[in-house]
């Protein structure tokens, strides 16, 4: 059984940075495809980052490009978002999930895609 835990989160002002961490066990994280996830209040949830296995394969949505950087440390079995610019509208809970990649650059930015999930860790960005 896999289990994902995220860390990091809290309270920062806008403009400022957050580094959030997944640290994952019970699984072959090295071969897992990972990825950022986040839920506002009222919102649907929503992609943020993703990464294959090898780390080669990244993928950032619009709303976070040039700002976030999603990166992994595989003998850590450990995935990091260090978030920077950060704006009022990032606020969230966010989530990090995981699954088996089928190939070396399997990457998915599609919550149904990911059997694996954490708790999720509260990010606000007050103005």
């Known amino acids: 059984q896999v289990q994902l835990v995220e860390s990091g989160g809290g309270l920062v002002q806008a403009g400022g940075s957050l580094r959030l961490s997944c640290a994952a066990s019970?699984?072959?994280?090295?071969?897992?495809?990972m990825g950022w996830f986040r839920q506002a209040p009222g919102k649907e949830r929503e992609s943020v980052a993703a990464?294959?296995?090898?780390?080669?394969?990244?993928y950032y949505a619009d709303s976070v490009k040039g700002r976030f950087t999603i990166s992994r440390d595989n003998a850590k079995n450990t995935m990091y978002l260090l978030m920077g610019s950060l704006k009022p509208e990032d606020t969230a809970v966010y989530y990090c999930a995981a699954d088996v990649a089928i190939y070396a650059g399997s990457i998915s930015s599609t919550a149904g895609e990911y059997r694996y999930w954490g708790q999720g860790t509260q990010v606000t960005v007050s103005s």
């Open positions: 019970g699984g072959s994280f090295s071969t897992y495809r």
């Open positions: 990464i294959s296995w090898s780390g080669n394969m990244r």
